[in-house]
């Protein structure tokens, strides 16, 4: 039972340097998001989509692009790295967008930008 | 003011003990209630959805009064292994997007 994975695990990128997360889930999922977890903060909405082909800005999406090509895959593309953006992203998925159904995370990907 | 407004803690109680949680959240119009539990440096899981009447799940009874707008968490004869951070989180907007209160950090000694 795979669920939701997320790669790399881990990552240190230079300020400035572009790269994706990847994100995917088999469990057929309509509704894919993106978080940042940061001390003192709690998680905040990056992007999200409920669909393939449909996504949409949460709070804090600047800096970030995403897209939705399938069902499964979600990548979080950071397009000019900053040290702000250090901090550790988690990737969710659920069932449905309007029941406000229980959301799936993947483990995690710990960024520091230097 | 935050969205959704937790005490961060930490609470530390002995084992056995029984420890409340409490949340609040500021949109009325939200739909949908839940606590979720995050181990250190693991991603959040979902411990229990929250309803109206109020619901049980072994040792863990959660509580939702909207007219207050607040959300609690009891957790009876702790357990070590319930040491983590409770995370309160609501619902906005019509995709139900699920928003985050910053956690309370639980610690059960021995």
């Known amino acids: 039972n795979a669920g939701v994975t997320q790669t790399p695990k881990f990552q240190v990128l230079k300020t400035g340097q572009s790269m994706t997360l990847q994100c995917a889930q088999d469990m057929n999922h309509e509704y894919m998001s993106w978080y940042r977890q940061d001390p003192g903060m709690g998680l905040r909405l990056i992007h999200y989509s409920v669909g393939a082909g449909i996504t949409d800005q949460g709070e804090v999406p600047n800096g970030y692009n995403v897209s939705r090509s399938t069902t499964e895959d979600f990548p979080l593309r950071l397009l000019s790295a900053a040290p702000s953006q250090t901090s550790v992203y988690f990737c969710?998925?659920?069932?449905?967008?309007?029941?406000?159904?229980?959301?799936?995370f993947g483990q995690g990907t710990r960024l520091t930008v230097v | 003011r935050k969205e959704v407004e937790q005490d961060p803690g930490p609470f530390n109680v002995p084992e056995g003990a029984t420890v409340a949680f409490n949340c609040t959240y500021s949109?009325?119009?939200?739909?949908?209630f839940f606590w979720y539990r995050q181990d250190c440096r693991k991603e959040p899981k979902l411990l229990m959805s929250?309803?109206?009447s109020g619901n049980e799940d072994g040792r863990f009874t959660a509580q939702l009064n909207r007219a207050s707008q607040y959300i609690s968490l009891l957790i009876r004869d702790s357990k070590l292994s319930d040491s983590a951070t409770y995370l309160c989180v609501v619902t906005r907007g019509a995709t139900n997007k699920l928003i985050f209160g910053t956690g309370t950090l639980l610690a059960v000694q021995p």
């Open positions: 969710a998925s659920s069932y449905s967008p309007t029941l406000g159904t229980e959301a799936f």
């Open positions: 949109n009325s119009a939200s739909q949908s």
């Open positions: 929250v309803y109206s």
